[in-house]
């Protein structure tokens, strides 16, 4: 037994001194991990830990330590340099993520600050270059050491929120509906729309509206949150147009960026009872209920609007990933875009968006000095784990939208933002908006002095 014990460590001390494991960089050349000394050290400390994951201290079969979270886990064997696509000599390959360290560290500033000041469990944001597709930032807090991982307060600090954690985002759907609508000819922007009529739905599950009664044009209920318009228009749509919209803009695809622990999400037909869906499901996911969704699926969501009406498929690792693997530069193009929307609907959209981001609008703490901004809103109530009721205490508050958006813009960042259980105010445009303008403001503020 002793004798088998000796080997062991021994295998294990040569398989730590002779493997090499590659560093992990930033897209502006900064390491993010490296191994020293036969040490994994991370020279950011907590500065995108979700994304960059930690190495196990404990060795494997093996006699190697192996990843365990973000991409070391994801490209293990890449940076290992064992496994079967690997030369299997210990030497590691560098990976290079497209996280850029400057945007990275003042979107987890503004990030904390927002939670730390609506005393908020988490929040996580992502922002996403909708030129490339290139995530260069994904935020998340609370975060964690990876050099100190078994400090960390709970396994959900270790992964990103971002990819992980599917959430009911409320009025940040809205648009997505209207988009499907217009796309349809089901209504113009322009058409009138009673708030006050309930005959298309059972009177005691009509919405509570937050912009008062009368009628109004549905670019104005748009601009100004209204939840009875958009209900509406998801029973117009029906249960065909809305499975349309959901497989559209990729709600219920894994966005695969990169990191292993992303989920798809849940629509509307995991959340009703089984064949179609009742009117009354349907006018719920037209106000962001009945669909659970993940920060990045929203920032590729609204990438289809900033973009014409194609959707760009966002990556953390250069040069592109799917299912895991890096891309070869010859197949990036094939998996990059996909069409949700005709382009004069995204273009009506977008225009909305803008309007929204205006004085007195449901966004208008989104909006950014000096800089046209398109961004939406949304407030949406927690299910109480275990039951299916919501709280009427705990809220996700929410804000998606990219910039800059004027008319002969070319849009350069989509940004979503989602704060979870603030206390006190609870609103998307109290809460996660001021986040989003921050981020916004800093990064074309650093782009412009580039």
Same mark, same amino acid.
């Given at each position: 037994?002793?004798?088998?014990?000796?080997?062991?460590?021994?295998? #294990?001390?040569?398989?730590?001194?002779?493997? =090499?494991?590659?560093?992990?960089?930033?897209?502006?050349?900064?390491?993010?991990?490296?191994?020293?000394?036969?040490?994994?050290?991370?020279?950011?400390?907590?500065?995108?830990?979700?994304?960059?994951?930690?190495?196990?201290?404990?060795?494997?079969?093996?006699?190697?330590?192996?990843?365990?979270?973000?991409?070391?886990?994801?490209?293990?064997?890449?940076?290992?340099?064992?496994?079967?696509?690997?030369?299997?000599?210990?030497?590691?390959?560098?990976?290079?993520?497209?996280?850029?360290?400057?945007?990275?560290?003042?979107?987890?500033?503004?990030?904390?600050?927002?939670?730390?000041?609506?005393?908020?469990?988490?929040?996580?944001?992502?922002?996403?270059?909708?030129?490339?597709?290139?995530? !260069?930032? $994904?935020?998340?807090?609370?975060?964690?050491?990876?050099?100190?991982?078994?400090?960390?307060?709970?396994?959900?600090? $270790?992964?990103?929120?971002?990819?992980?954690?599917?959430?009911?985002?409320?009025?940040?759907?809205?648009?997505?509906?209207?988009?499907?609508?217009?796309?349809?000819?089901? !209504?113009?922007?322009?058409?009138?729309?009673?708030?006050?009529?309930?005959?298309?739905?059972?009177?005691?599950?009509?919405?509570?509206?937050?912009?008062?009664?009368?009628?109004?044009?549905?670019?104005?209920?748009?601009?100004?949150?209204?939840?009875?318009?958009?209900?509406?228009?998801?029973?117009?749509?029906?249960?065909?147009?809305?499975?349309?919209?959901?497989?559209?803009?990729?709600?219920?695809?894994?966005?695969?960026?990169?990191?292993?622990?992303? *989920?798809?999400?849940?629509?509307?037909?995991?959340?009703?009872?089984?064949?179609?869906?009742?009117?009354?499901?349907?006018?719920?996911?037209?106000?962001?209920?009945?669909?659970?969704? =993940?920060?990045?699926?929203?920032?590729?969501?609204?990438?289809?609007?900033?973009?014409?009406?194609?959707?760009?498929?966002?990556?953390?690792?250069?040069?592109?990933?799917?299912?895991?693997?890096?891309?070869?530069?010859?197949?990036?193009?094939?998996?990059?875009?996909?069409?949700?929307?005709?382009?004069?609907?995204?273009?009506? *959209?977008?225009?909305?968006?803008?309007?929204?981001?205006?004085?007195?609008?449901?966004?208008?703490?989104?909006?950014?000095?000096?800089?046209?901004?398109?961004? #939406?809103?949304?407030?949406?109530?927690? =299910?109480?784990?275990?039951?299916?009721?919501?709280?009427?205490?705990?809220?996700?508050?929410?804000?998606?939208?990219?910039?800059?958006?004027?008319?002969?813009?070319?849009?350069?960042?989509?940004?979503?933002?989602?704060?979870?259980?603030?206390?006190?105010?609870?609103?998307?445009?109290?809460?996660?908006?001021?986040?989003?303008?921050?981020?916004?403001?800093?990064? #074309?503020?650093?782009?412009?002095?580039?």
């Amino acid at each position: 037994m002793k004798t088998h014990l000796v080997v062991l460590a021994t295998a #294990m001390a040569l398989a730590a001194s002779a493997g =090499t494991r590659a560093r992990i960089l930033s897209a502006d050349g900064e390491v993010l991990a490296q191994t020293i000394g036969g040490e994994r050290v991370y020279p950011q400390g907590k500065t995108a830990a979700a994304v960059v994951g930690f190495v196990n201290q404990c060795f494997g079969k093996d006699g190697r330590r192996f990843g365990a979270g973000g991409l070391e886990a994801a490209f293990d064997e890449r940076l290992s340099g064992v496994g079967p696509q690997e030369r299997n000599d210990g030497r590691g390959r560098d990976l290079v993520s497209t996280i850029r360290l400057r945007p990275q560290k003042m979107a987890e500033a503004a990030l904390e600050k927002g939670v730390v000041s609506n005393s908020a469990a988490e929040g996580c944001c992502v922002a996403m270059d909708l030129a490339t597709g290139a995530i !260069v930032a $994904m935020a998340s807090f609370p975060s964690f050491d990876p050099a100190r991982y078994q400090d960390a307060d709970s396994v959900r600090e $270790m992964t990103s929120p971002a990819i992980a954690a599917c959430r009911e985002v409320g009025g940040v759907i809205s648009p997505l509906v209207y988009a499907r609508a217009f796309a349809y000819g089901i !209504v113009l922007p322009q058409t009138e729309f009673d708030m006050d009529d309930a005959s298309w739905i059972n009177p005691r599950y009509f919405p509570r509206e937050v912009i008062g009664g009368g009628r109004v044009a549905m670019a104005d209920a748009f601009t100004r949150g209204g939840r009875r318009a958009p209900a509406y228009l998801a029973v117009r749509l029906g249960d065909m147009g809305i499975a349309d919209m959901i497989s559209g803009f990729g709600l219920n695809r894994k966005t695969n960026i990169g990191l292993g622990g992303g *989920v798809s999400g849940f629509s509307i037909y995991d959340t009703c009872s089984r064949g179609r869906p009742s009117d009354v499901c349907l006018s719920r996911f037209g106000i962001g209920y009945g669909v659970a969704v =993940t920060c990045v699926q929203l920032a590729r969501a609204y990438s289809g609007i900033a973009l014409d009406g194609k959707i760009i498929e966002p990556w953390v690792v250069d040069g592109g990933c799917f299912h895991g693997r890096l891309l070869p530069d010859y197949l990036v193009p094939q998996y990059a875009h996909t069409v949700a929307l005709p382009k004069a609907t995204a273009r009506t *959209v977008r225009q909305l968006l803008v309007e929204s981001t205006r004085e007195g609008r449901v966004a208008d703490n989104a909006a950014v000095p000096g800089m046209s901004v398109a961004a #939406m809103t949304g407030t949406a109530q927690i =299910t109480i784990e275990g039951k299916y009721e919501y709280s009427s205490e705990d809220f996700t508050s929410s804000c998606v939208g990219f910039f800059p958006a004027g008319e002969k813009d070319k849009p350069r960042y989509v940004l979503a933002v989602n704060v979870i259980r603030p206390k006190g105010r609870v609103s998307g445009n109290e809460v996660a908006a001021p986040i989003f303008s921050e981020i916004a403001y800093n990064l #074309m503020k650093g782009e412009n002095h580039e």
